[in-house]
């Protein structure tokens, strides 16, 4: 097996975990907030799928599937279209409203093709590359899609989570 089948897969779990946390719930529920500081489904699973598409693009050196295929515009948000999540406080993570649980796996299921089509083109030395030597020791390819990896099954872990509370109300 090859490094790059393996973050195939993982990129895959996340897919699977992603359509899980969302599955059924509607607007209000995928809205839902254990309290004013949490973040919401909607907002987790949105923000997992931004960074994966902002830092596999950024690696590819392509543009991102948010403003290629109209995603930004499909999804309504108060952001800049390069805006990913990151740092947002309480009220920028509730303005993220989506009208169908839909919207959020069809996003997230483009930039999992997206992924998976990329990591088709790549070698196991390929994974070797630098791509960012402002770290010590400079980070590679492969350390930075295990990095997104992470991040993201982390957040659709919460996301989980967050459903469960949810389907516990009903």
Do not use: K
């Not at 393996?6 to 209000?28: K, S, Y």
């Not at 907030?33 to 997992?48: F, G, K, P, Q």
């Not at 309480?90 to 839909?102: Q, T």
Request: no cysteine.
């Amino acid at each position: 097996m090859h490094g790059t089948d393996l973050l195939t897969d993982a990129f895959g779990r996340i897919r699977q975990a992603v359509h899980g946390a969302v599955r059924g719930l509607t607007p209000d529920e995928l809205a839902f907030r254990l309290d004013d500081d949490a973040n919401t489904v909607a907002w987790l699973v949105w923000h997992l799928t931004r960074v994966q598409d902002d830092h596999v693009a950024d690696a590819a050196g392509t543009s991102q599937v948010w403003s290629d295929d109209g995603w930004d515009r499909r999804f309504g948000l108060p952001f800049p279209a390069e805006d990913t999540g990151y740092g947002h406080d309480a009220d920028e993570v509730s303005a993220v409203r989506v009208p169908s649980a839909d919207l959020l796996v069809g996003y997230h299921d483009a930039v999992h093709d997206r992924t998976v089509r990329y990591l088709a083109t790549l070698s196991d030395d390929d994974l070797n590359r630098v791509v960012d030597e402002s770290w010590n020791p400079p980070v590679t390819l492969g350390v930075r899609l295990v990095s997104v990896v992470n991040d993201d099954m982390q957040h659709a872990g919460q996301a989980a989570f967050v459903r469960g509370l949810v389907l516990r109300r009903r």
